[in-house]
């Protein structure tokens, strides 16, 4: 299977929502087990709402400035995003991730970004021999 990019962002914000947020993790709903492999040696995903290739703000919600978060190093889970209530949770700060009050569904990871692989998009299509492009 090959997915496009389009197809890649979808899975990425589907992820967001169900397990790149300190609440999912507290709450014991997230696929994030901190310290395990949890995909391929080639998987690089992170937040970072100060890149300008993304949307970038310098502070979310609750005042707190932006944070570049490690979610997944080299196929690792290696970190979440928290708001003040979870961070406070966890006795840890805030990464600037919190949204709008009232909320009730935790930080959220709005600006991920996932580091591209080695194969060009030509080589992996034309390597399908039974398989799909999505």
Known sequence: ????????AEMLEFMSFTGFSALAAQEERSFMRLGERITGESVNIWDDGLDPS???TSFDFEGVP???VQLITQGVASGLVYDMETAQRAGRQSTGHGLPAPNTEGPFA??????PGGTPKADLISDI???IWV
Not at 1 to 8: K, R, S
Not at 110 to 115: K, Q, R, W
């Open 1 to 8: 299977m090959v997915l496009e990019e389009y197809a890649v």
């Open 54 to 56: 993304g949307v970038p």
């Open 66 to 68: 932006k944070q570049k």
């Open 110 to 115: 709005v600006n991920l970004f996932m580091a």
């Open 129 to 131: 021999k039974r398989g």
